[in-house]
């Protein structure tokens, strides 16, 4: 084994993936939806991975050795891709690795952080896959870090062959197409009440809109995909909208309700609202967490930032531009 270094930069889905194809194994970790979304250059992950010290399997994120669930993940990911670079039993790792995110919770560090741990380790393992291959094993850690192996604009979608082999992601248009900017508006430091897999599952299970959720989503992408290619910011902007409170609807509808909102969440919703009456054209998308990100063209962003700061309740702003593809180095 050697040691190898990635970095991958996050992703913010603008058509949401949001339930798991049903039936399907678990270990694929297909979605039920296809998703679309933009790879951000001011957030993302750097790992290493490489032989242990120590001679047992250890995990230190942003300084802090883990053993909890995010350290199983970890290592069930790295059997994953030593299976697939040896038959023989995964030797002990260290892996190292370090956010370059907001410290509040639910800034989508899944999607970077699964994307970095796959690049870095089939690097380290000699994985010998494509970026696509890559990809499609990035997504059984999480599924919105399949997008993450690519810059700019990434589709993903969900397939329909039992063996998930048509469930693959691809770059749409690179960072360059559009300068549009995502200003992240973080609300709280608190972390998230409910997983997104277990949201997911109680959605599927009791939402009485999931099905239309899914049935509804496809259209979305195909929109979007259009507004993109068009550089149509307005039909873009409602689409993206469309995707994330439908979504979110279906997530109210659970039972018991997943409710990821704070009351700064609806705040700075309807500043957006307000800010696009006024000529300030920003457009909201909200994940699985209680942070608000607005798409804009890159000369609103700035002033549309020092609005949304005004908001009381909001911790802090940042501006993102699309991002880069995810890369890989051997150390040693
Ligand atoms: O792949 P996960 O577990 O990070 O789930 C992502 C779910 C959402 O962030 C809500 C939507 C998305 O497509 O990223």
Redesign the pocket.
Known sequence: MLTAKAVAHS???L????GKRHGAAAEL?L?A?S?L?LTLDALWTETEVGPAIEGQDSFVLDGTEHHDDAARKVFAHLDRLYRLASGAPRPPCRVRSVNHLPTAAGL?S??SG?AALTVAAAAAFGVAVDRTGLSSLA?MG??????SLWGGFVR?DRGIRPDGSDCVARPLLPPEHWDLRLVVVQTTAAKKPI???A??ERSRTTSPYYNAWIETSESDLDGAERALADRDLPALGRIVEHSCFK?HACMLASDPAILYWNGTTVEVVREVIALRSRGLRGYVTI???PHVKVLCMAADAEPLARNLRDVPGVIATQVCAPGPDAHSEVLA
Do not use: E, H, V
């Not at 058509?15 to 949001?18: A, D, F, G, L, V």
């Not at 999480?142 to 997008?147: D, E």
């Open positions: 992703n913010i889905a058509c949401k993936y949001w970790n979605p939806t998703s979304s989508a899944s999607a699964f997504r999480s599924g919105s870090a399949a997008r993903l997983g997104s897999t949201g997911m979504m994940d699985a967490g």
